[in-house]
């Protein structure tokens, strides 16, 4: 495809890059005192992996993170200098491409830690790590018992010149759950597990813990980093925590299609496969050119929201593999006039807040799951109040 299309015709997921960039701030501001991560795994939940990364870089991210080694190496590869961890290890590595790329890799047991002793010893360079607590969440991470064993074995191997002990952190459960008791559990936990760690000799340059609702929410938990994700590309961690703008928070995505029909249809039709919706009376009906292929939840059939013509309205029947229907109710826009998904909702259009209620999940999996068929096209908003289109950045 040309790298100068902005505007591709089925379908595009608009990535406001001066949204996130403003967001990086804001966030900034809630954490004054700590250094940033931006959290760009997952393809940056969908927006564009190497993009955002640079974008939040230019706003001033001091670090970036990703769950996979393959995402680090990636933003290495594209040129991305700096501090970049990486949280999700599997036995094999990549350990040794991880240290020639000079990443922080967590390390949440002993049979990680073996392996990175191993790999820097055979390169003969010295690996950064960090090591994970599993304060409470229950997931990745040494838990307490085994912690004092492989803070043992970090400091022998650092003091053997293998790795340097650059981090000690830790993941929230339930962070965006206002008063939930695990919040200040897992902090005393962090604070027991770091004190120990730095008891017996370690030194991190960072200890961190602080999610998106961490960072908007609780300034307890922001020690030296703040690690956010979701709230960097403009989105609410829950409904509990309030819409994002009372956060100084902007969506940075916006998916659109244009229409690929629209035709009059009869009362009493059936529409899309298992029939059910079926026309009330003679309408008008268009067709959207996305579908579940594309990241649209099939649970969101006759639920999902779209603004069309300036009206809102659901879809009507189930969501196909790559296109669903819209009941008009008798307006005639014409084929290729645009359908807004979701968007900031400036202009009335619903939110990824609003998919996420209609297919009941979180926004966090509508702006991830966004598939590759749909291009995003890199829009600078910053500073004018309406997105300007420039070329894609490859
Ligand atoms: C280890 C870790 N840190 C930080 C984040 C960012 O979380 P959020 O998107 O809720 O800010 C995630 C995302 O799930 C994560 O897995």
Redesign the pocket.
């Known amino acids: 495809m040309n790298e100068n299309v902005t505007a591709p015709l089925r379908a595009r997921a608009e990535i406001d890059l001066g949204a996130l960039k403003a967001n990086v701030r804001s966030l900034r501001a809630h954490a004054p005192g700590a250094a940033f991560m931006a959290?760009v795994?997952a393809d940056a939940y969908g927006h564009g992996m190497i993009p955002v990364a640079r974008a939040a870089k230019e706003a001033g991210a001091d670090w970036i993170?990703t769950?996979t080694a393959e995402e680090a190496l990636e933003l290495r590869a594209a040129g991305l200098p700096g501090r970049i961890m990486c949280?999700l290890w599997v036995p094999g590595g990549p350990w040794r491409e991880g240290i020639e790329a000079d990443l922080d890799m967590s390390v949440s047991g002993m049979w990680a830690l073996r392996e990175v002793t191993a790999a820097a010893r055979e390169l003969g360079r010295t690996a950064r790590i960090q090591l994970k607590a599993d304060t409470g969440l229950g997931r990745n991470g040494c838990l307490p018992t085994d912690w004092p064993e492989l803070v043992r074995e970090a400091l022998a191997a650092q003091a053997a010149g293998h790795v340097t002990v650059t981090g000690l952190w830790s993941?929230f459960a339930c962070a965006d759950e206002p008063g939930h008791p695990s919040i200040a559990a897992q902090l005393t936990a962090f604070r027991e597990m770091t004190g120990y760690a730095e008891g017996e000799g370690v030194t991190p340059e960072v200890r961190h813990i602080a999610?998106?609702?961490g960072t908007l929410t609780l300034p307890e938990t922001h020690f030296d980093l703040v690690?956010?994700?979701?709230?960097m590309y403009g989105i609410s961690?829950s409904p509990e925590l309030g819409p994002p703008a009372d956060h100084g928070l902007r969506p940075v995505m916006t998916l659109k299609a244009n229409l690929a029909l629209v035709k009059h249809a009869p009362g009493g039709l059936g529409v899309s496969y298992g029939h059910h919706y079926v026309t009330p009376g003679a309408t008008t009906l268009g067709l959207v050119p996305l579908g579940y292929a594309d990241g649209i939840p099939r649970h969101a059939s006759g639920t999902g929201p779209l603004l069309i013509g300036g009206k809102r309205r659901t879809v009507a029947g189930r969501v196909a593999m790559d296109q669903f229907v819209v009941d008009l109710g008798g307006d005639e826009p014409a084929a290729g006039d645009e359908a807004v998904l979701f968007g900031p909702g400036d202009a009335g259009e619903p939110t990824a807040e609003d998919w996420a209620v209609a297919a009941g999940t979180i926004a966090?999996e509508i702006v991830t799951r966004i598939g590759s068929r749909v291009p995003r096209v890199y829009v600078d908003g910053e500073g004018t109040g309406r997105p300007e289109m420039r070329p894609r950045i490859p």
């Open positions: 959290v795994k993170g769950a949280w993941h999610n998106s609702p690690r956010p994700g979701i709230a961690p966090y």
